[in-house]
């Protein structure tokens, strides 16, 4: 019976034709490493991060601050054509300003399968993307607009990803302060393949604030033997 070896290397992803002989992966102490392919992509520098507020200012919420508003999204993540994501981590947490019973606070995420975000500078802020690889190895394809007071192109929702909701039910009036959050973390996150957008609301019956932290991977064009691209 003969002995099984393998080549002890740390390696990026690697892209070979089907029916080629590969080296294994293994960590320097010889054992077989198995990660996920996300965790590899992050590894190699495709894992990017962007915040929505800052320190203790959250943004408002909603068009006019009561609603949400489809073409001024709070938070909105374009994916161009040729490039593919996975949207791995969205987390909103909000003020509670409900002041009566009956009041609805609600936060959404959803996507746009079919179309590239529109937003710029002009309807909303552009945000600063961090790689998640903190030695900043690669730059973001993908670009993220925040706190939109301009109507962008209107958006096709045709997914909804995650969503919470809450109505106000208080004895009396009076309570204006409350917590109310939305995470997600999909198990098997959905590919987004550009052009495409993702997008996040939060808004409600009065006015609400929220921060958000948001995570993607992206997969560009040179890694479509991934996703299927052409």
């Not at 690697?14 to 996920?36: C, D, F, H, P």
Request: hydrophobic residues 40%.
């Amino acid at each position: 019976m003969s002995d099984e070896f393998f080549v002890k290397a740390r390696r990026n992803p690697t892209l070979t034709g089907e029916g080629i002989t590969q080296a294994l992966w293994a960590n320097r102490a010889g054992a077989l490493v198995r990660v996920s392919m996300i965790d590899q992509l992050i590894a190699a520098g495709y894992g990017f991060h962007v915040t929505i507020g800052a320190l203790t200012t959250p943004i408002q919420g909603g068009g006019a601050g009561t609603i949400l508003d489809q073409d001024q999204p709070e938070f909105s993540l374009s994916v161009p054509s040729g490039s593919a994501i996975y949207v791995i981590r969205g987390s909103v947490q909000a003020e509670l300003p409900a002041d009566q019973d009956g009041d609805i606070q609600e936060i959404l995420f959803a996507a746009d399968r079919a179309a590239a975000s529109s937003a710029t500078s002009g309807e909303g802020t552009v945000e600063t993307v961090f790689n998640m690889r903190t030695d900043n190895p690669r730059t973001a394809l993908c670009t993220a607009v925040s706190a939109c007071t301009v109507n962008i192109t209107n958006p096709t929702l045709g997914l909804e990803l995650a969503r919470a909701q809450e109505v106000t039910n208080i004895v009396t009036s009076g309570i204006t302060q409350g917590r109310f959050e939305l995470l997600y973390e999909p198990t098997e996150p959905l590919l987004l393949v550009g052009p495409a957008a993702f997008y996040a609301y939060w808004g409600g019956t009065q006015a609400m604030s929220a921060f958000g932290q948001f995570q993607w991977v992206e997969m560009p064009e040179a890694l479509n033997a991934l996703w299927g691209g052409s």
